[in-house]
């Protein structure tokens, strides 16, 4: 038996409702859970409609009501127990209730023919996962996800978010959509989005916008060209940058190392499937079987060499004091305790 299944079991069928209401131009998103009974019009990622056979379900239907408890589907509720316990026990400490904006929203995609949505994280395999959106939503448009160029994948008129929804439209799809994200280790994910923003020569907008910005604050006695370029920022910078109480002041983090729990929100949106990128494959297959795909679609996996791995993000924080260890564990906190990832080994936390 897989070690994921040994996980203790907390079934809990019972509804929660969800109220979307409007407070001005803001969103307050509360909770909910469940979809409602009818049968939906799936289309086949190759553009074909298939209409669903008298009495099948929706995804929601499928995922909490299973004609067959499969240990993937204890796993899940699992782990949906997990980020609820984590909310609630973190209530007392966090900020009171916030209000949502739109812009709130922005990460969420919908697809509107299978009733699913998709919260999408930087450096979690979003890609992919974009490109599997778009071929689900592209009404036959698309058939192999991995014929997308990647910088198509991430055009953002190609793919609806709930943001551009009026605020019923909103409600009416946290109601009776699948909502799920993708999450990974915080650190091998920060590790990862350093290894991609700053030490790739290609990302030369990365260097200005930030890296220039790091380089002035971070370091003593940076050269004019270092100040200019922005090219070479050391992890031991970037990581003096996310703690510094300055930048947490200024703007909100770039989503390629924002929390995701500052991305998604998943104490104020109920999220039915977690998915991590430790069982990337497993889970993708999981939820397009939950959509009534999974005979037409596979999410696309290939061995990637350049792989931000547990040992690299070991090496990484060897030179990062017990201090700013500390600190950078506090400031992605809820993620390690809300995805239930141990505190790494490696760790010197004061």
């Known amino acids: 038996m897989k070690p994921a299944v040994l996980e203790v079991m ?36 190759f553009g074909m409609d298939i209409c669903c056979r008298k009495g099948s ?14 240990n993937t589907a204890i796993l899940h509720q699992i782990r949906r127990d997990q980020v609820t316990d984590t909310c609630r026990a973190n209530s007392v400490s966090s900020k009171k209730r ?4 739109p812009n709130d929203l922005k990460h969420l995609v919908v697809d509107e023919d299978h009733e699913m949505i998709y919260c999408y994280v930087p450096k979690v395999a979003c890609t992919n996962w974009k490109r599997v959106m ?5 009404r036959g448009k698309y058939s192999d996800p991995m014929e997308i160029p990647a910088n198509e994948a991430h055009v953002s008129s190609n793919l609806k978010t709930l ?18 994200l993708f999450v990974r280790e915080p650190f091998e994910r920060l590790v990862s989005a350093y290894r991609n923003k700053f030490t790739q020569k290609y990302n030369t907008s990365f260097h200005k916008r930030y890296g220039t910005k790091i380089v002035r604050r971070q370091r003593k006695n940076a050269t004019q060209e270092a100040l200019r370029k922005g090219d070479d920022v050391k ?23 924002q929390t995701v729990y500052s991305l998604c929100h998943p104490c104020h949106i109920h999220y039915d499937l977690i998915g991590k990128y430790e069982t990337l494959e497993e889970d993708s297959n999981y939820i397009l079987q939950l959509a009534g795909v999974g005979n037409y679609l596979k999410f696309p996996t290939y ?11 070991t ?21 390690f305790l809300m995805f239930n990832y141990s505190v790494p080994s490696y760790l010197k936390l004061e």
């Not at 803001?26 to 049968?39: A, E, K, R, T």
């Not at 929706?58 to 009501?65: A, D, K, T």
């Not at 061995?303 to 993000?313: G, I, P, V, Y």
């Not at 090496?315 to 906190?333: A, C, D, G, R, W």
Request: with cysteine; glycine share 2%.
């Open 57 to 70: 379900r929706s995804p929601l239907q499928e995922l909490y009501n299973p004609t067959q408890l499969s």
């Open 10 to 45: 907390r079934m809990n069928r019972v509804c929660r409702m969800v109220l979307v209401t409007s407070v001005g131009s803001f969103i307050l998103v509360i909770f909910y859970f469940q979809s409602m009974l009818h049968p939906v019009m799936r289309r086949n990622p």
């Open 134 to 138: 778009m071929v689900l939503t592209g």
């Open 235 to 257: 992890f031991e910078e970037f990581v003096a940058y996310l703690i510094d109480p300055h930048t947490q002041r200024e703007e909100p983090f770039n989503e390629h190392w």
């Open 315 to 335: 090496e990484f924080f060897q030179n990062i004091s017990s201090e700013h260890q500390t600190q950078l564990y506090e400031v992605y906190k809820l993620d």
């Open 98 to 101: 916030r209000v949502l904006t």
């Open 163 to 180: 943001n551009q929804y009026s605020i019923p439209e909103i409600n009416h799809r946290l109601k009776n959509y699948m909502k799920f």
């Open 303 to 313: 061995a990637k060499s350049t792989r931000t791995t547990d040992e690299m993000t």
